[in-house]
């Protein structure tokens, strides 16, 4: 069956780079992208960009260019979200999809806590 | 700029609701890759509805979508209690660009 597992909660100071793991199974990786979305306490999803897992293109939201890098490790089958320069409104639950024009499986979320 | 959804709906169990997901002619209006997410408070979201209208294995008939030009649809019939939670729609919007609506949250009375 299909599984995304995601890495544990993190506490961030502000300024400071996160980056988070979502590790895949139950399928052929390369098949699939993953997009990344987050949500902030008590606020909606929003979705932050896109990765190929086949051949590493990715697409971000305009809200988080020049300060998120996604990519790729296709041995093991892990994608990974950097998002740096941190700040309190970055504090969210972060989850990775699998996307496939929807986003069919998803991840358990990884919530980040940005705080002085 | 995210998808208009109302923020918030309630039903009787046994009745129907009706949830709308209103965008542009740039995201919604133009495309068929519109998806529905239902989420339980402190859980991820789950796929119910994509590509307009088609249901992922598994999920009720209960649940069905529909568009019409920039303003999406899902319908939830026979509300159980199990059915409060909150919807997201989800469109492409371009450009290798999605857009999420702001959520509706759903109870059950």
């Known amino acids: 069956q299909v599984q995304l597992v995601q890495s544990g909660a993190e506490l961030k100071t502000p300024g400071a780079s996160l980056k988070v793991s979502c590790k895949a199974s139950?399928?052929?990786?390369?098949?699939?992208?993953f997009s990344w979305v987050r949500q902030a306490p008590g606020q909606g999803l929003e979705w932050m960009g896109w990765?190929?897992?086949?051949?590493?293109?990715?697409n971000y939201a305009e809200k988080f260019q020049g300060r998120v890098t996604m990519t790729t490790d296709t041995p093991t089958t892990t994608a990974y979200m950097e998002l740096r320069s941190l700040i309190s409104d970055d504090t969210a639950v972060y989850y990775c999809?699998?996307?496939?024009?929807?986003?069919?499986?998803w991840g358990q979320g990884t919530l980040v806590i940005v705080s002085s | 700029s995210a998808l208009t959804q109302p923020a918030s709906v309630s039903g009787s169990p046994g009745q129907s609701i009706t949830i709308s997901c209103t965008g542009s002619?740039?995201?919604?209006?133009?495309?068929?890759?519109l998806s529905w997410y239902q989420q339980h408070p402190d859980k991820a979201p789950k796929l119910i509805i994509y590509?307009?209208?088609k249901r992922p294995s598994g999920v009720s008939n209960r649940f069905s979508g529909s568009k019409s030009g920039n303003t999406a649809s899902l319908t939830i019939s026979g509300l159980q209690a199990e059915d409060e939670a909150d919807y997201y729609c989800?469109?492409?919007?371009?450009?290798?660009?999605?857009?999420f609506g702001g959520g509706t949250k759903l109870t059950v009375l």
């Open positions: 999809a699998r996307d496939r024009d929807y986003f069919d499986y």
């Open positions: 139950g399928y052929t990786f390369s098949t699939y992208g």
């Open positions: 990765i190929s897992s086949y051949n590493g293109n990715t």
């Open positions: 002619s740039s995201d919604v209006g133009n495309y068929k890759l």
């Open positions: 590509e307009v209208n």
């Open positions: 989800c469109s492409y919007g371009g450009l290798s660009t999605w857009v």
